[in-house]
């Protein structure tokens, strides 16, 4: 039988690319979002590339909804050989800006809701002798950014949590990468501020008024956000690495999307004392 790939957040960017991606090399996809209703996009781009996807609905914060698809997978196929862990969520704002809902609402997407499906998923994989577990993070996984503090702390502990998982569940035959992404193309910036222009083009939210001592830092950050977006990366071109990730007979745990991406991750992997991220990013939020 085929593999079985169980994909989250599909219904646009990376995800869409990835699910679609995957069918075209023969794995059997289960697309899911939390929405199935919003699917539109998805299920038109796999007719168009002639594949077939299995699509369902999919809340990686609902626990118990996690277990009851992830059963009826089972169910249906007997099997999931690959786990995506696409689905996530941004935040700008500082921390004196930060809710602690905010900060939870960070965590409950993207760490807490990937450490309950990769729980979830490990003992059927286990059992299996095999596995692969991909989890989309970002360089902001490994690069703090300002104006992305609970962001980067999400990805960041998410990143430790695969990090410390790999070694010990390669022993049973399962590989576990992250896969780090800079700019994308996609609505996931949209999604930060909920709005998207007339045009469809993602934007972020204009900063307070300038009473807010941290107005002149976020218009200066979100000008240099703007800018790095103009140029991002296409979500199929970024789809593709998470594809190779999956899919690779020479797996490796870490792995960037871009040339960019590369160098950007690589100033905080080879900054023993900080100072070379520091040094870049105070940058971004210059006055003046």
Not at 4 to 28: E, N
Not at 57 to 72: K, P, Q, S
Not at 204 to 220: E, F, I, K
Not at 263 to 288: I, N
């Amino acid at each position: 039988m085929a593999q079985v790939a169980l994909v989250t957040g599909t219904s646009s960017g990376m995800g869409l690319h990835t699910a679609v991606g995957l069918a075209a090399k023969g794995v059997q996809v289960v697309a899911t979002l939390r929405d199935p209703t919003k699917a539109g996009t998805l299920r038109a781009a796999a007719i168009g590339a002639g594949v077939q996807l299995d699509v369902r609905a999919l809340d990686v914060t609902d626990v118990a909804g996690a277990r009851a698809c992830l059963d009826a997978v089972l169910a249906t196929y007997g099997q999931i050989d690959i786990l995506v862990n696409n689905a996530g969520r941004g935040s700008v704002a500082s921390l004196e800006q930060l809710t602690m809902d905010d900060l939870r609402a960070q965590l409950e997407v993207n760490y807490l809701g990937v450490a309950a499906l990769t729980q979830l998923v490990l003992p059927h994989m286990r059992r299996a002798g095999r596995g692969r577990i991909v989890t989309v993070t970002s360089v902001g996984g490994v690069v703090g950014q300002p104006f992305a503090d609970a962001y980067c702390a999400a990805k960041f502990a998410v990143e430790g949590l695969m990090q410390s998982l790999a070694p010990v569940v390669a022993h049973f035959g399962i590989g576990v990468s992250v896969v780090e992404p800079g700019a994308v193309a996609s609505e996931f910036v949209a999604n930060v501020a909920g709005v998207v222009t007339p045009q469809g083009e993602p934007t972020l939210p204009d900063p307070a008024g300038d009473d807010d001592p941290y107005a002149g830092m976020l218009r200066s950050y979100l000008a240099r956000t703007r800018s790095a977006f103009a140029a991002a990366q296409s979500p199929a071109d970024a789809a593709a690495v998470i594809i190779d990730a999956a899919t690779t007979d020479s797996p490796r745990f870490r792995w960037q999307t871009s040339p960019l991406a590369t160098g950007f991750a690589g100033l905080s992997l080879a900054d023993l004392d900080g100072g070379r991220v520091l040094g870049q990013t105070a940058g971004w939020v210059q006055q003046g």
